[in-house]
């Protein structure tokens, strides 16, 4: 059985920090291209990593880009994503997704995607 569960999320002030783990399970991990994608309160789907199956190229939506940063551990068949400087507005569902392809995959959309998560809930306030 495929199955990618995030872990992770929680309650921060802004300015701080949390990472996400995302485990892979049923399928083999380092065929795959991951991203993150999030979904704030009310709105749609919103892109924001990638990283191609090996693990050594990355890339990030602008909203996030110098706070965050993802990476794999393909032995552990595990997924990352640190988040830093922490802001309200990144307050979503966080999910998971696989694309089997070696290079990173961008899509906002879940359903282009092999498979995802359940997602985890990050929540940013004071």
């Known amino acids: 059985e495929v199955q990618l569960v995030e872990s992770g999320g929680g309650l921060v002030q802004p300015g701080g920090s949390l990472r996400l783990s995302c485990a892979a399970s049923?399928?083999?991990?380092?065929?795959?291209?991951m991203s993150w994608v999030r979904q704030a309160p009310g709105k749609g789907l919103e892109w924001v990593s990638g990283?191609?199956?090996?693990?050594?190229?990355?890339t990030y939506a602008g909203s996030v880009a110098g706070r965050f940063t993802t990476f794999r551990d393909n032995a552990k068949s595990t997924l990352y994503l640190q988040m830093n400087r922490l802001k309200p507005e990144d307050t979503a569902v966080y999910y998971c997704a696989a694309k089997r392809r070696a290079i990173y995959y961008t899509s906002s959309n879940l359903y282009d995607y092999d498979y995802w998560g359940q997602g985890t809930q990050v929540t940013v306030s004071s």
């Open positions: 990283i191609n199956s090996a693990g050594g190229a990355t």
């Open positions: 049923g399928f083999t991990f380092s065929n795959y291209a």
